[in-house]
């Protein structure tokens, strides 16, 4: 049985997720995402993913955030044509998403060459918007805990892993002349604490397992999220700040809009407006309660009563950029969701540069900040950093700057190493990836310790595995 595995992007990182697995003659993409983060990582997506002459007979994701989607667009620009499998709650999520990736690039280029501060004459994106629609002609939905036939010896099946709307981990089955194997992909996990999404289903059994580990090295705070966010804007209130959350549109954004209605129905805070200025947001919102087989089963969603149940009293939502800069000039107090969570691009650029040089305001992060964004950098302040560079421009830091640790996405170790226990007949090969080394060295030692007599390797850099 000659099965191998190249872990082309989140070895030794969180972004870029990107593994091709090889079966006999038959090759499937398990995720095609975009580097994230500084610009020396960003530039890998300008690299060619793989060989011209290499057989690339599908895609299959894992869910819709960019760091597992967003280079769909530019593997097509490279000539690739095939279906990409995936499930129904990914397939609502990424025309929005990937439309808004191929805007941002097209305002990238534009900038670029108006400002000239490129070194590429002209500037170009790295996809377009017909790039994009080539690739929605292409998904093939599919629903979860159903093999699906991919090829004669190769089947796939998608299990919801908490973490967004469709997220799922992916079980290959792989059928030889001298038996069968079965390959897990954890995709991104969640965990039980979540006051919207399920957590991940438990999977029964695999002979090998690919795991991520973006918080492998820490444990989250089990704190009451409620009282916890509560405490962060009543004191911001009382300053009459701006509490601004960047937040990931998909995912964070639902949370915090329900954590902020119930935080308003409790009387731990007063009403006030919440401006949520992201359109991806405002779509990926009705996404949400188009897909209850993912809420946790007391987050009201139904269409007719959810919204009312679920939304903030004050809540609005902002569509254009004038809307989007009126928001900037309003005085508190008042919460402002915006995009992107990392503070890598988008509107939420612009409520910085207007709130963080006013101590009255809170910037408030919910969610992982990889290493090297301006997100990270804000969030840890190195050397005491007194200013963050936004638009050319440095902008002083004023602002009080909170983290709620509690509110990501990502299951931490103790929350992965649950899912992997509840397993009846865990893997005796486990391949860790999607995470910092330090996260990734460290989820590796947790599941030595869980599974002993298991193979347990860390993909620290891009690199091919060979199993079974």
Known sequence: ?????????????????????????????????????PKEIRQKNWEQMLPPATNVNAVVLTHAHLDHSGYLPRFFRQGWRGPIYCSEGTAALLPVMLRD????????????????????????????EDD?????????????????????????????????????????????????????????????????????????????????????????PRNHVVREFSAIAKRT??????????????????????????????GLIPKVPVILDSPMSSFATKVFFDHPEDHHEGCPFSVKDGQDC??????????????????????????????????????????LKARLPHPENTILFCGFQAEGTKGRTLQ?????????RIHHKEISIEAEIATMESLSAHGDWQDICGWV?????????????????????????HVKELLPKATVTPMLAPGRMTLF
């Open 380 to 388: 840890e302040r190195p050397n005491g950093l007194d200013k963050l």
């Open 101 to 128: 990736a191929a805007y941002l690039e097209a305002e990238f280029a534009h900038y670029a060459n108006k400002t000239g501060y490129s070194n590429h004459k002209p500037a170009l994106p790295l996809f377009t």
């Open 421 to 445: 226990k509840r397993m009846t007949k865990p893997p005796s090969q486990v391949i860790i990836n999607h995470g910092d080394p330090l996260a990734m060295e460290a989820m590796a030692q």
């Open 1 to 37: 049985m000659t099965f191998t595995m190249d872990f082309l992007g989140a070895a030794g990182g969180v972004t870029g997720s990107r593994t091709l697995v090889k079966f006999d003659g038959y090759s499937v993409l398990v995720d095609c995402g975009l580097f994230q983060g």
């Open 310 to 351: 679920y939304l903030p009293a004050g809540f609005q939502t902002v569509t254009t950029s004038d809307e989007s800069m009126l928001a900037c000039m309003t005085e508190g107090p008042m919460v402002v969701i915006s995009a992107a969570g990392m503070l890598n691009g988008g509107r939420i650029l612009h409520h």
């Open 132 to 220: 994009v629609e080539m690739v929605l002609q292409h998904i093939v939905p599919q629903k979860r805990s159903v093999w699906i036939q991919l090829a004669p010896d190769v089947s796939v099946r998608f299990e919801s892993a908490g973490h967004i709307i469709g997220a799922s981990s992916l079980q290959f089955a792989l059928v030889h002349k001298n038996g069968s194997r079965i390959l897990t992909f954890s995709g991104d996990l969640g965990h039980d604490r979540s006051l919207t999404m399920r957590p991940p289903e438990p999977i029964t059994e695999t002979d090998a397992l690919v795991l991520e580990s973006t918080y492998g090295d820490r444990l989250h």
């Open 237 to 266: 209130f009382e300053r009459k700040g701006v509490l601004v959350i960047p937040a990931f549109a998909v995912g964070r954004a639902q949370e915090i809009l329900y954590i902020i209605r119930k935080s308003e129905d409790d």
